[in-house]
């Protein structure tokens, strides 16, 4: 079993930053790519960050393009979500995701992933 833990969550003002982290622990699997999702009250999940685990490419939502930035520790099997210039829009609960099959369709999909992390609250205030 494959277990994905966030941490560093919480509550911030718009314009403040947060860090959240992403730490794959249990069994060994073939790390592939891992993501950030996030998901607001009554909105669908939407996909916010991935990192390519083989590579080190990465992909953001134009969203978050210049205000995000993702990252890795690969020894560690941790991903990272730098979050800056934060709005009352990135309210949600973010979800990390780790695929330990080749992402298909794509990284920016939901569908590419085998393992979801329970979800850390971000919530922004104006």
């Known amino acids: 079993q494959v277990q994905l833990v966030e941490s560093g969550g919480g509550l911030v003002q718009a314009g403040g930053s947060l860090r959240l982290s992403c730490a794959a622990s249990?069994?060994?699997?073939?790390?592939?790519?891992m993501g950030w999702f996030r998901q607001a009250p009554g909105k669908e999940r939407e996909f916010v960050a991935a990192?390519?685990?083989?590579?080190?490419?990465?992909y953001h939502a134009d969203s978050v393009k210049g205000r995000f930035t993702i990252s890795r520790a690969n020894a560690k099997n941790t991903m990272y979500l730098l979050m800056n210039n934060l709005k009352p829009e990135d309210t949600a609960v973010y979800y990390c995701?780790?695929?330990?099959?080749?992402?298909?369709?794509?990284?920016?999909?939901?569908?590419?992933?085998?393992?979801w992390g329970q979800g850390t609250q971000v919530t922004v205030s104006s």
């Open positions: 990192i390519n685990w083989n590579t080190g490419s990465t």
């Open positions: 249990g069994r060994t699997f073939s790390n592939y790519g």
């Open positions: 995701a780790a695929a330990g099959t080749p992402p298909r369709p794509t990284m920016i999909s939901g569908r590419s992933y085998d393992y």
